[in-house]
């Protein structure tokens, strides 16, 4: 079995106009998304602002444990904090 089909817990931060979009914060959730881009798609998958908000079609940016990423496909683990956030944010 591979570690990507356990689930795992992890801390979802949302920022600026996604955080608006989406109505919270942040979220504790458990999932079985091995990858920041499978996770995001299944956010996505909530529908709803969260399709539109996290969509493919918008510019968002994404950050593991405050790292930004380029490569969606950075692998997960339990307690990794994975944010999103519009390209640009004031302050």
Known sequence: MSPSSQPITVELRYFASVREAV????ETLVTAAPTAAALRDELIARGGAWAS???RDRAVRLAVNQ??????????????EVAF???????
């Open 85 to 91: 956030f519009p390209p640009v944010t004031g302050g």
């Open 23 to 26: 109505g919270v914060g942040s």
């Open 53 to 55: 908000s996290l969509s």
């Open 67 to 80: 790292v930004l990423q380029q490569d969606e496909n950075v692998m997960l683990a339990s307690g990794t």
